[in-house]
């Protein structure tokens, strides 16, 4: 098994240990390769001791070693889109994991209906429509990530879409806030107050905020300040769901 726990950097670094040891075998498999011309020279081709093959044991081992690099190469684009993107590492980890539990043949790749099937469990509301029928929302996002159209969604690219999508919704959010932060008196403030919205969005709008925000409490006192509202909860709260 070459998945691991722990953070991000803990999880890369125990798996180029885990890889290092597998090639520093990779005498073992030449070994045996010679072991194996050794017996059809003479004219030994079937061995009842094993049901294996040299030939199968070495395809075996690249498909490994394939595995290995692949791993390695998602663990580094996930930990330069959390430095870079301000993705965090939790949601990372869920974008992986439902990855992995949609690749049933653990391919690296998922068909389309596994990639669909998984950006549902992800939360995203794609319509259900007929076998055959036009499926607009979906063909779109197939434009990004398989453009052409090969039928297969490979894990870097099914990473670099979900931290696209999440980079947006973290670029809104900080858009979102600086937005509330820019009608308060002081805009190093973190609450905004009912009349402040009242004055600067219209009633619908300020209705909404107002129903919706929790009462803001100063951290130091641990006390609420009338008619202050916390956008910044309210804002984050809001690009999660």
Known sequence: M???TGSLEQQLATLRQRAGEVRARRADLRRLEELGAALEEHLILDNRYTEHSTVGLAQQWDQLDQLSMRMQHNLEQQIQARNHSGVSEDALKEFSMMFKHFDKDRSGRLNHHEFKSCLRALGYDLPMVEEGQPDPEFEAILNVVDPNRDGQVSLQEYMAFMISKETENVHSSEEIENAFRA?????DRAYVTKDELYANLTKEMA??????MKPYVEPKTERPIPNALDYIDFTRTLFQN
Do not use: F, L, P
């Not at 009608?183 to 805009?187: F, G, L, Y």
């Open 207 to 212: 209705d909404y905020c107002v129903a919706r």
């Open 183 to 187: 009608i308060t008196a002081h805009q």
């Open 2 to 4: 070459m998945e691991g």
